[in-house]
Structure formats: structure tokens, C-alpha cells
């Protein structure tokens, strides 16, 4: 990669050394740090910004060839030595110094620890006769020249220890090198495996990006597949196995097969003895804090370079494998890596092994790996349930039409019971992933006819079920809830049955607007997730319809408990080389959340984040259609109309199902937002009022609060009847605060306006809080009002920042600058902070009526009395906090 790379994270070190450049006492710096840190970069940063412009400097590099030549650092300093050695350092001092001022001489010694004694005595006299600033590297843990040590020790300079670079710092540089947003769990690998150091980060990114692993998606830079690692990372740790006993490599190479392994089982395989060595070289780490301990590698590189360097890995994976098949774990992360290790052994591949742990991954969530395991299932003989569970992981990948292909075929081979089974799993798939509703009540109907009396009761219930999961996925939301409710209360229905039910309840409940009843229902859910494991993957879908739900009511810090729920259930979930479905998962509903919050930025990053997890395949064609619309109403807000389009336009999916109209209502914002940054606010406005009705019909007034809110804050005047209305029948904290805006905006209430931005930014929703305000500074300046417009104006400026810089049509009417001098702003803040005016000209060096006077002009102006509402309105116009 041939850009430059900045010197970014580094700014306090820098400040530090700068400061002991001009430091009387010091006049210099030690920077000491391992191998690759910075520590060059830094000291040629430093020694270019120390002394004055016309300074001579000097770069002096220990080496490993110089440092048995007396003097062989300064070669380049002096040609011709004489026979006497202090004499000669004088000489080399004197090509040093010149003529120059002492104060214009800078020395920057590299690698100082490999200087011979004679160059290292030449830089010791150097700082202690303060004959030039002087700025030295050495590396951590090497042997330094006495001379070299008695520097800082007899304090004639300081020493820095140079520490790696931190996560958020790794994240930041990776960012500006390769110009866009990094995925966090990109940055999070790559610090991972460099542990913070600056040189290895530029090989391996280097390498990655070369080969093709690192890669851009959705905007955002990804890193996929196992890493290769450069030979400049792995020589230094391959010298180093190399010189450990053989059963210490039979320790690491196990983990680099699969990591954690307990120690127990660790033991078994290599011996006890081995692991205990192999913690006391710092190869491995064992965290006590479980039972049994379990023990990883100190630095993902070790797997790396047993993994290449291995050639007896195939027997190994087998030998691990039958290990953790022995050792009967409970646990369905074990299931899951003993059936992926046994693919890649010599072991002959096991079909029920397979099916169990197809199983297992699909109560992990994984449902990438659940299919691959299945289909390896499907080959090695596993049956019809091998095809089964093939069919189950292609629907939650959200893959509707490969699913139905599998479906199909076995719908066709099948009869009886199997065939029912099959009918309800192509019902689920029509219904949730391919919006046919009109298909899957037809094949409802072939397959089980109405008052079948072959069919049980649990079947029964089941059909039930997704019957009203059809009614929810039309938009009639109370016949769903009265459908899902029988469903409960039948003791018969089985647990797939209660948790599409428990879906259908949450999301009917939520747009009928009895929020109220909706955590409970969840709780229910959550609680079967955790008993029944046949259900246990289906819990996040839960916690995205519940977030969804909270969300349309208003109640933010609820959604906010529901996204810390997704992380904490599935912070364990991912398997070694699986794909991520914690963060994808919790990147998706967290964008749901900063969203609604009206935290744009990050909203965009969890957006952007979300689709590069998804990948560039069909699956998950529901959450992708979802994250596409956040983006087009985030851009929207933003008031970048192409980027706004742009996104819209990315939505390719959408149910083809005329009647399948549930998630019609993202979109419909969507595209109210796209208009509003094109500047075509009518047209918003009557898309946003259109859709209302429509809503009204069906009676789903949950939506059709957040419809009306919205083109309120476009400037609809004629939402405050409706909104009233819907404010004594929608339960949650928006209703109200959208019906009380609609009022204030119809009767050009400036402090009713005001009163809903503090009741909206009370609740969460900070865009809505910045239109309403904006609009309260518009209505008071039309009451000729001016100081108060003012106010109300930087209210809506705050808010405005605090979003990411938010762009509504609101904003762009009614925000109004603030026509006060720098000086006034200045004295006003200090008057808001208590000081008197006496204070105030003592701190300025002004005089006292100088003081009175800036107040004064600048009430005039304002149209405001006193200093406290002077210091309110510069408060509002200058806060951007969050």
C-alpha cells in the first residue's frame, strides 16, 4: 500500500517529548518501547519540531554491524579518527556542533541500545555537558550501554514508555489509510492480532488487502477468512517455538486446531506438565474463572504459524475431535466444533454426529454453519432429517426460494405425518420470508384440510399459529392478537407454536398500541427461548420485534434494555470461524435504536455494519430491505436527497404479495424522508397523510401516530384532531408528545412548540425535538418575538448537533444565527458562570464599562433582559453534547 500513514493516537507522546525538548532541566527524551511500537516515527516527528526552524540535525541508527567498531554510529559524522579515543569523541562532537548555538544543535540517536561503549559515552557527554537536545530510541528489554542506562537513571532525561496502540486508536488509523468506516470487528481483529503494534498492523494489512480478505462491503471495510500472516510477523515467533520442547508444541499446536480447550481435556491430549510449561513461556493463557480452566494462546499468531507449519494436522483434528465426543459436554458450542473438526480430520464422517450438530448450531443461531454441517449430513446419509434441518437453516438465513426448492422436493416424497411437517415448515417460509400469503394458506389447506381428524391437536395449534401470523403479515392486527391468544391459552400447542404466537402477539399488540401488554408477552417468549431448545435461535427475532414495538410506542429506553439483552444472550454464540451473528444481530437492532433516537452517525455505522455482515449473497433479504430503508431516512434527515435516493433504490425486495403490506410502513417513511431532502415537502406530506388513512382503515394506530408525528414535523398543520384523537387510545410515551405538537403547531404556539421539543428530547426522539424547537423559533418570530426566536433557534441547533448533524425541512426554516460579536459570546459565557463584571474585566483586561456595555448591545440584539437569559440562549447555541 503506498499511502502515506499518519502518525494518528499519538498526539500525547508527541506533546511529551516537545515538552522535554524545551525543558531547561532535560533538553531531551528516551523513548523506549518493543519492536514496531512507533518509536522511530515518533523521535523523527520530534526531533523535526525541536529547536528553532534553522537548527542542525543529525539522525544517528545503531546497528548490529556497527556496534563492535568503536565510534561506528558517527561514521558518517567524522571520516578520519585519531589514535586517541577521548580525542576522537571530541572530534565527533565537534562535527556534531559545529558552529552552532547549543540550542540549535538536535541529535537523534535510533536503536540506541545497539551503539558500541565508545558512541555510546559520546551520547552521554553529549546531554550531560547540554551540548544539543538529544532524543533516543531503545527497545523494551534489551541490554542497553551502561552509559546509555545512567541517562534517565541520574535523570538528565526522561524516559517515555511507548505503549501500543489502543483499540479505538488501531480503528481510527486503519480508517484514515484505507479511507471509509472499518467494521468494528474488523478493527477488533486486527488489534487482536497485532496487539497494538504500528509496524505489524502495516504488514498484515498490507498482505490481507493483497489477497483479497480485507475487503470493502456496503461502504464499510471487512475482513474475512482466516489471516496469512506475513513472514516479517511469524519469523521472530517461529525461532522462538522452535527453541520449546516438543511437548509444548503438541500444547500449542492442539489450540491453534480450536480454542478455548479445558485443561483437563488439553492435559489428556499432550500432558499436564506441557500446559503448565507452555503458561510459563507466555505462549499460553488459562482463565481460572471457569470451571474446568480453560486455556487459550497468548497471541492468535501462535495458531497461525502452527497451523502452516504443522504436517501432522489432519490427525490431530481427528484426535480432538473424538476428545470432545468422550468428554459428553452439555454444552452445544462443544456439539458444534466436534462435528467441524471431525470434517477436517481423517475420521469418516458420522451422520448422526452431523445431525446433532446441525441441530446444535441452529440453537446457536448459526445458521450459515448449521447449513453447511447439514448439507455435509444430507451426503454422509443423514435422512430426512439431515434434509429437514438443511431446509430449517436456509429459512432463518431469510434464503425464502432455496428454501422452497428444498421444500418442494420433499413435499413431493413424502406423505403422512412428514408431509404435515413439511406443509407447516413451506407455510412459515411463505409466509415470514417470501410474503406469498395467499401460497402459504394453500398449502395450509392441501396438506391439512379444516376438521382433519387425522390431524393432533399440536399440528392443530400449529396451523393456528400461522394463520395468525398471516393475519399479522396483512396488517390486521386485531384478528392476529385474538388468533395468537387462543394459541397460548391451548395447552396443547407445542413450543413452536407458542413462539410464533408470542411473535404475533408482540407485533399485534405493539400496533394496536397496548404497549403496556407487550413486555410481558416478550418475557414469555424470552422464558421459552431459554427452556426449549428446538426454539432457543428464535429469541432474537423475538428481541427485534419487541425493540420494534417499544420503538413505535415512543419507549426508547425500553428498546435500549431489549438491544443489552441481544448482546448478553448472544455474546457467546459465534463458533471459531463461524459466521458473526452476535454482532450482526445487535448491530441491526441497535441501528433500529440510534435510528430512533435520532443518533445519525452511529445509526449509520450500525446500518452500514449490518449489510456488510449479510454479505453479498440472497439471505437475509428482510433485515437487508430494513437496513436500506434506516439508511435513506437517516440520509434524509441528513438532507443528502442522493444519498437518500441512492439507498431507496437499493431496496430490491419487497413481498410480492399485494396483501402482505406489514412492512409497507418502513418503506412509506422511507421515502417521506427521500422527498423531504429533495426539497418536495408537499409531496412528503401528502405520501405521509395517504398512508395514515390507509392505517386508520386497518386499524393499526400504532403506525399511524409516528406517520402523523412525522408529517407534523414537516410542517402539516392539520394533524392535531387526528393526534388528539389517538392520544386517549395509544399507550407510550409518543402519542401524547405528537398530539401536544400538533396542537401548538396548529395554533402557532411558540411555547407549546418548545414544550414538545423538551418532552420529545425527555422520551429520546432528538430529530423530532429539533423540528419541534425549530418551529417554535419560526412561530415565535412571527409573534415578534425575536429573543425568545432566538432561543427556541439554538435549542434547535443543539439538537441538530447532537443528531450528526441533522438537515430537516424544520431545521433548514427555523434555524436562526445568533448576531452577537466573539467578544460578546465570550463575555456572556463568563456572566453565565457567575462572574461579576468587576471578575469579568479583570480576566479580559477590559475595563468595567466596557463590560456593561458589550452586555447591554448584546441584549439589544437578542431581544432579551438579563444575563441569565443572555447566557441561556449562547448555552443553547453552543452545547453539542450528547
Known amino acids: 500500500m503506498s499511502r502515506e500513514w499518519p502518525l494518528l493516537g499519538r498526539s500525547e507522546e508527541l506533546r511529551m517529548v516537545a515538552a522535554a525538548t524545551r525543558s531547561d532541566r532535560t533538553r531531551g527524551m528516551v523513548i523506549s518501547g518493543p519492536a514496531g511500537v512507533g518509536k522511530t516515527r515518533i523521535a523523527r516527528e520530534a526531533a523535526a519540531a525541536a529547536?528553532?526552524?534553522?537548527?542542525?540535525?543529525h539522525w544517528i541508527g545503531g546497528t548490529d554491524s556497527a556496534r563492535h567498531i568503536p565510534l561506528g554510529a558517527f561514521v558518517t559524522v567524522a571520516s578520519t579518527f585519531g589514535p586517541d579515543p577521548l580525542r576522537r569523541v571530541g572530534e565527533v562532537i565537534a562535527g556534531l556542533i559545529g558552529e552552532a548555538d547549543r540550542a540549535a544543535v538536535v541529535v537523534c540517536v535510533d536503536d540506541a541500545h545497539l551503539l558500541d561503549d565508545l558512541s555510546a559515552f559520546t551520547v552521554h557527554q553529549l546531554v550531560t555537558r547540554r551540548l544539543a537536545t538529544v532524543i533516543l530510541t531503545i527497545r523494551s528489554g534489551a541490554p542497553v550501554p551502561d552509559a546509555i542506562t545512567a541517562l534517565w537513571k541520574d535523570q538528565y532525561l526522561d524516559r517515555l514508555e511507548l505503549q501500543p496502540l489502543s483499540l479505538d486508536e488501531i480503528s481510527e488509523l486503519v480508517e484514515h489509510v484505507l479511507g471509509g468506516p472499518v467494521h468494528s470487528r474488523c478493527a477488533q481483529q486486527l488489534w487482536q492480532y497485532t496487539q497494538g503494534n504500528a509496524l505489524h498492523l502495516r504488514h498484515l494489512l498490507d498482505s490481507e488487502i493483497s489477497a483479497g480478505r480485507i475487503t470493502r462491503q456496503a461502504d464499510v471495510w471487512v475482513w474475512e477468512g482466516q489471516p496469512r500472516m506475513a513472514s516479517s510477523l511469524t519469523d521472530v515467533i517461529e525461532t522462538r517455538i522452535g527453541q520449546v520442547a516438543q511437548p509444548v508444541r503438541d500444547?500449542?499446536?492442539?489450540?491453534?486446531v480450536t480454542e478455548p480447550l479445558d485443561i483437563d481435556m488439553l492435559g489428556g491430549l499432550t500432558g499436564i506438565d506441557a500446559v503448565a510449561e507452555a503458561e510459563l513461556l507466555g505462549l499460553v493463557r488459562v482463565d481460572s474463572s471457569v470451571a474446568p480452566a480453560a486455556v487459550r494462546l497468548a497471541h492468535p499468531v501462535l495458531g497461525e504459524v502452527r497451523r502452516t507449519g504443522s504436517a501432522q494436522m489432519r490427525a490431530l483434528y481427528g484426535r480432538i475431535a473424538t476428545a470432545l465426543a468422550h468428554h459428553h459436554s452439555a454444552d452445544p458450542r462443544d456439539l458444534v466444533r466436534c462435528a467441524a473438526l471431525a470434517l477436517q480430520s481423517d475420521l469418516a464422517p458420522d451422520p448422526d454426529l452431523l445431525n446433532a450438530a446441525?441441530?446444535?448450531?441452529?440453537?446457536?443461531?448459526?445458521?450459515?454453519?448449521?447449513?453447511?454441517?447439514?448439507?455435509?449430513?444430507?451426503?454422509?446419509?443423514?435422512?430426512?432429517?439431515?434434509?429437514?434441518?438443511?431446509?430449517?437453516?436456509?429459512?432463518?438465513?431469510?434464503?425464502?426460494?432455496?428454501?422452497?426448492?428444498?421444500?418442494?422436493?420433499?413435499?413431493?416424497a413424502t406423505s403422512g405425518q412428514l408431509r404435515v411437517q413439511i406443509a407447516l415448515l413451506r407455510a412459515l417460509n411463505l409466509t415470514l420470508i417470501l410474503g406469498r400469503l395467499g401460497r402459504a394458506e394453500a398449502e395450509l389447506a392441501a396438506a391439512i384440510p379444516a376438521g382433519d381428524p387425522a390431524a393432533d391437536a399440536a399440528v392443530a395449534a400449529t396451523v393456528e399459529a400461522l394463520r395468525a401470523s398471516i393475519d399479522i403479515a396483512r396488517g390486521h392486527p386485531h384478528a392476529a392478537v385474538e388468533r395468537a391468544r387462543t394459541v397460548l391459552d391451548d395447552e396443547s400447542s407445542d413450543a413452536i407454536a407458542r413462539m410464533l404466537a408470542i411473535w404475533v402477539l408482540v407485533s399485534g399488540l405493539g400496533e394496536l398500541g397496548r404497549i403496556s401488554e407487550?413486555?410481558?408477552?416478550?418475557?414469555?417468549?424470552?422464558?421459552?427461548?431459554d427452556t426449549a431448545a428446538e426454539v432457543s435461535h428464535l429469541r432474537l427475532a423475538l428481541a427485534f420485534l419487541h425493540a420494534y414495538m417499544l420503538r413505535l410506542a415512543g419507549a426508547l429506553s425500553g428498546a435500549d434494555t431489549v438491544i443489552a439483552r441481544i448482546r448478553r444472550d448472544t455474546v457467546d454464540v459465534p463458533i471459531d470461524g463461524s459466521w458473526q451473528v452476535a454482532e450482526s444481530w445487535h448491530a441491526f437492532v441497535a441501528g433500529l435504536s440510534a435510528v430512533s433516537r435520532g443518533d445519525l452517525t452511529e445509526a449509520r455505522r450500525l446500518c452500514q455494519e449490518s449489510l456488510a455482515d449479510f454479505g453479498g449473497d440472497e439471505s437475509i433479504s428482510t433485515r437487508r430491505a430494513f437496513a436500506h430503508c434506516w439508511l435513506a431516512g437517516i440520509a434524509g434527515m441528513s438532507g443528502q436527497a442522493v444519498t437518500a435516493r441512492r439507498e431507496l433504490g437499493a431496496v430490491t425486495w419487497w413481498p410480492a404479495d399485494p396483501d402482505a403490506c406489514a412492512r409497507d410502513p418502513e418503506r412509506s417513511i422511507a421515502q417521506a424522508w427521500v422527498l423531504a431532502a429533495e426539497n418536495a415537502v408537499p409531496e412528503g406530506i401528502s405520501l405521509l397523510r395517504a398512508a395514515a388513512a390507509q392505517l386508520c382503515a386497518m386499524q393499526r394506530p400504532g403506525w399511524e401516530v409516528l406517520f402523523l408525528q412525522i408529517a407534523t414535523q414537516f410542517g402539516d398543520g392539520s394533524t392535531a384532531t387526528r393526534l388528539t384523537e389517538l392520544a386517549g387510545a395509544v399507550e407510550g410515551p409518543r402519542a401524547p408528545v405528537a398530539a401536544a405538537h400538533a396542537v401548538a403547531l396548529a395554533g402557532h404556539d411558540g411555547d407549546g412548540l418548545l414544550a414538545a421539543a423538551a418532552d420529545y428530547e425527555a422520551f429520546g426522539d432528538r430529530v423530532a425535538a429539533a423540528d419541534a424547537a425549530a418551529q417554535a423559533a419560526l412561530a415565535y418570530q412571527n409573534a415578534g418575538r425575536r429573543g425568545s426566536a432566538l432561543g427556541a433557534s439554538a435549542t434547535a441547533g443543539r439538537l441538530a448537533a447532537q443528531c450528526g448533524a441533522a438537515r430537516t425541512p424544520a431545521l433548514r426554516a427555523g434555524t436562526l444565527p445568533v448576531p452577537i460579536?466573539?467578544?460578546?459570546?465570550?463575555?456572556?459565557?463568563?456572566?453565565?458562570?457567575?462572574?461579576?463584571?468587576?471578575?469579568?474585566?479583570?480576566?479580559?483586561?477590559?475595563?468595567?464599562?466596557?463590560?456593561?456595555?458589550?452586555?447591554?448591545?448584546?441584549?439589544?440584539?437578542?431581544?432579551?433582559?438579563?444575563?441569565?437569559?443572555?447566557?441561556?440562549?449562547?448555552?443553547e447555541a453552543t452545547d453539542t453534547s450528547p
Open 251 to 256: 500444547v500449542l499446536d492442539a489450540l491453534a
Open 821 to 875: 460579536t466573539a467578544r460578546q459570546r465570550e463575555i456572556i459565557c463568563l456572566a453565565g458562570q457567575g462572574f461579576s463584571n468587576q471578575e469579568i474585566a479583570d480576566q479580559l483586561v477590559m475595563s468595567v464599562r466596557s463590560v456593561q456595555g458589550h452586555l447591554f448591545r448584546a441584549s439589544q440584539r437578542l431581544g432579551v433582559r438579563g444575563r441569565d437569559q443572555l447566557a441561556a440562549i449562547v448555552a
Open 518 to 529: 407487550v413486555d410481558a408477552v416478550a418475557d414469555l417468549g424470552y422464558t421459552l427461548a
Open 51 to 57: 529547536g528553532p526552524p534553522a537548527a542542525r540535525r
Open 358 to 412: 446441525t441441530a446444535a448450531a441452529i440453537q446457536l443461531t448459526d445458521m450459515r454453519l448449521a447449513a453447511s454441517l447439514a448439507e455435509h449430513a444430507v451426503a454422509a446419509g443423514g435422512g430426512l432429517q439431515a434434509q429437514i434441518a438443511h431446509a430449517t437453516a436456509l429459512m432463518w438465513q431469510e434464503r425464502g426460494e432455496a428454501t422452497e426448492v428444498v421444500l418442494a422436493a420433499l413435499a413431493e
